[in-house]
């Protein structure tokens, strides 16, 4: 496949954050050949959002039976809790050929289950693990990939301006790294919250963060602290997905998966609470935490 697409040749399953910053990346002369469904739109209170959104992108909203017949490439940008679904549903409709570039941070696992569904569908999949977040970057944010299709993928991929780089062909290399970096990444914004919430309440925060400081002089805190519940606030509830595959991905490997579950339940306890970041202040997102908690 070549940077010289006809048609409505890529599409998307899925058009939430990360396939919306795509789209806007490429812009309106790759946009106007890209279709998406997403499962919102068979929701009459969600459809006109998802729709209004993908159209100001230059992406034509389209059921899933007609995005798979007309695409060659379809980037899979769903939730965790649905990303094996998704490829099952479209297995038996999609073109044999088709590039399915699973961008879903999932554990190998869950990745290889997508792809034997693929598999058996004549489709070429592509473990691609995002290793960043999409925003400011858009398109151009570090991608990972590898399986069986990333060999046809990384010319496509690059045709679109993005920055991916192949590991291998085995499905579950590229997963395996985003699912362990997340361990850390995510498991320490959790250790963040637990910290200076603790600190907050008991009115000790000043002497915490003081100390920290002494030791890690490095680390802006208050910043950092900050911008980790910002994180949890808005995105929580998608982290947690993410840190149970984590979490999956750590058990397969025959070791204790403790801290990484403890980390998605701090992420789903915190972002079920639906609360605005609002400005840049430590203090006031943890007392807003604290105070709904």
Avoid at 15 to 25: L, Y
């Amino acid at each position: 496949m070549s940077s010289n697409l006809t048609g409505r040749d890529i599409g998307f399953a899925g058009f939430g954050e990360a396939a919306s910053a795509f789209a806007r990346g490429w812009g309106g002369e790759v946009c106007t050949r890209v279709a998406a469904y997403d499962l919102k739109l068979e929701d009459p209170a969600q459809a006109a959002e998802v729709s209004t959104r993908a159209e100001g992108f230059s992406v034509a909203p389209a059921p899933r039976a007609e995005v798979l017949r007309q695409a060659r490439a379809v980037f899979c940008l769903v939730t965790a809790d649905e990303a094996a679904k998704a490829a099952e549903e479209a297995a038996p409709l999609i073109v044999q050929g088709t590039l399915w570039l699973d961008g879903n941070s999932v554990a190998p696992e869950t990745k290889a289950r997508a792809a034997r569904a693929l598999g058996q569908a004549g489709a070429d999949y592509v473990d691609m693990a995002i290793m960043a977040p999409v925003h400011p970057r858009l398109h151009k944010v570090p991608l990972l990939i590898s399986g069986p299709g990333a060999a046809r993928a990384l010319p496509l991929l690059e045709s679109l301006g993005m920055e991916a780089r192949m590991i291998d062909d085995r499905v579950g290399s590229a997963s395996a790294i985003k699912m362990i970096r997340s361990v850390m990444i995510k498991g320490t914004e959790a250790l963040f919250a637990e910290c200076l919430l603790a600190a907050r309440r008991a009115g000790v925060e000043g002497e915490v963060i003081g100390s920290l400081a002494a030791s890690n002089p490095e680390t802006d805190w208050p910043r950092r602290g900050a911008y980790n519940l910002e994180r949890m606030m808005v995105h929580g509830g998608r982290r947690a997905a993410e840190m149970r595959e984590v979490a999956k991905t750590v058990a397969g490997l025959g070791l204790s998966p403790g801290l990484s579950s403890a980390a998605a339940d701090w992420q789903a306890r915190i972002g079920a609470l639906g609360l605005e970041p609002g400005a840049e202040d430590l203090a006031a997102r943890l007392d807003a935490v604290l105070a709904a908690l």
